[in-house]
T-cell receptor, first 113, second 112 residues
């Protein structure tokens, strides 16, 4: 069974540029999470989807961050414009059901210069 | 994870036993998870506790005391490949729903 797939694995952009990350969860997993992980820290939730509905986006900086999961399967997280402080690893995770074990993807390491 | 505390670093010898502690504060506790994360890789699930007591899974065991807000991860017969960061995460339904609140992680170094 394929795990959570994320792309790209690495991205380097200049500040003020836009960037997008893509995540394909494990087949059949209804719940999808986007986390941000800074160096030496644990992951922090940005947004949680139940199917195509964003049910928890309280930690998403909505002035520059947006996300979508149009068909309830794969998801895109966008930053526009990026700032230096956005440099981090962006992790996607999925679970079969709400509250189920979360499986993480390899993450996208973003560097903003 | 400001309410989740775990040591920053630990060092142990190959073949030994190491215990990584985690303390937490929540108002809507709904489970504690331990994840392993090798550098540059995704966190992988190790264990889950929701009731008090010890859960054993091979070389790894996890303990929970809800009244004390305390858990530990016990790693036996340490191997070099166990060198990684170990993340304690708590689910707090009242404050953050089904998302996991992670601690900062404990970086474990296993030496020969």
């Amino acid at each position: 069974e394929a795990g959570v797939v994320q792309s790209p694995r690495y991205k380097i952009i200049e500040k003020k540029q836009p960037v997008a990350f893509w995540c394909n969860p494990i087949s059949g997993h209804n719940t999808l999470y986007w986390y941000l992980q800074n160096l030496g820290q644990g992951p922090e939730l940005l947004i949680r989807y139940e199917n195509e509905e964003a049910v928890d986006d309280s930690q998403l900086p909505k002035d520059r961050f947006s996300a979508e999961r149009l068909k309830g399967v794969d998801s895109t997280l966008k930053i526009q414009p990026a700032e230096l402080g956005d440099s981090a690893v962006y992790l996607c995770a999925s679970s079969l059901t709400t509250g189920g074990e979360q499986y993480f993807g390899p993450g996208t390491r973003l560097t903003v210069t | 994870g400001q309410n989740i505390d775990q040591p920053t670093e630990m060092t142990a010898t190959e073949g030994a036993i190491v215990q990584i502690n985690c303390t937490y504060q929540t108002s809507g506790f709904n489970g504690l998870f331990w994840y392993q994360q090798h550098a540059g890789e995704a966190p992988t699930f190790l264990s889950y506790n929701v009731l008090d007591g010890l859960e054993e899974k091979g070389r790894f065991s996890s303990f929970l005391s809800r009244s004390k807000g305390y858990s530990y991860l016990l790693l036996k017969e340490l191997q070099m490949k166990d060198s990684a960061s170990y993340l304690c995460a708590v689910r707090d339904l009242r404050n953050s729903g089904y998302a996991l609140n992670f601690g900062k992680g404990t970086s474990l170094l296993v030496t020969p």
